[in-house]
């Protein structure tokens, strides 16, 4: 059974880096799925955040690209977003989740984590 | 930017009703890029069709998912009470790679 565990800080400074990770159990990161992450905000959507294959191919969305980065750690089995000069618009519940190659949806997801920017 | 607009935005049925869902894009989506999740409060969302109409692994036949082009349908043929949640639809594009619909809510009547 493929499990996801995301962890992190939950309180992050306005301008500050989020860092989270999610480690996979019951899967390989180096078999054929991408890995991605999702956010939703309290009380509102999902959004797709990024999301990255085991060759190190990356995709973002562009209204984050320029502040996001998605990293594989296969020795780990892991994966790992960074969100740099975050603001309160930031804070959400972050999921990370996988996506079979050719499938173009998310089956597994991890249970998510809160994330507030706040000082 | 192709966008997913959902409705109704609420839904209020019984148990044992019939529910249709709508997911209707601003272009035309191929079906196999088209998804729907059920979210319950508190937990992640739950992958329920991929390919707008194949259900996932372990979900009951209750759940139906049809449609083409740029108009989609979840329907659930008869309510369960652990039905009641917010169904979101999800498309694969070229940018952004996914985009979620903005969610329906199915309450209890």
């Known amino acids: 059974q493929v499990q996801l565990q995301e962890s992190g800080p939950g309180l992050v400074k306005p301008s500050g880096t989020l860092s989270l990770t999610c480690a996979i159990s019951?899967?390989?990161?180096?078999?054929?799925?991408?890995w991605t992450w999702v956010r939703q905000p309290p009380g509102k959507g999902l959004e797709w955040v990024a999301e990255i294959y085991q060759s190190g191919t990356t995709n973002y969305n562009p209204s984050l690209k320029s502040r996001v980065t998605i990293s594989v750690d296969k020795s780990k089995n892991l994966f790992s977003l960074r969100l740099n000069s975050v603001t309160a618009a930031d804070t959400a519940v972050y999921y990370c989740?996988?996506?079979?190659?050719?499938?173009?949806?998310?089956?597994?997801w991890g249970q998510g984590t809160t994330v507030t920017v706040s000082s | 930017e192709i966008m997913l607009t959902q409705s109704p935005g609420t839904l209020s049925l019984s148990p044992g009703e019939r529910a249709t869902l709508s997911c209707r894009a601003s272009q035309s989506v191929r079906s196999t890029y088209l998804a729907w999740y059920q979210q319950k409060p508190g937990q992640a969302p739950r992958l329920l069709i991929y390919?707008?109409?194949s259900r996932a692994t372990g979900i009951p036949d209750r759940f139906s998912g049809s449609g083409s082009g740029t108009d989609f349908t979840l329907t659930i043929s008869r309510l369960e009470p652990e039905d009641f949640a917010v169904y979101f639809c999800?498309?694969?594009?070229?940018?952004?790679?996914?985009?979620f619909g903005q969610g329906t809510k199915l309450e209890i009547k």
């Open positions: 390919g707008a109409s």
């Open positions: 999800q498309q694969y594009g070229p940018s952004p790679k996914y985009a």
């Open positions: 019951g899967d390989s990161i180096s078999d054929s799925n991408w």
């Open positions: 989740a996988r996506i079979p190659f050719h499938y173009y949806a998310l089956d597994v």
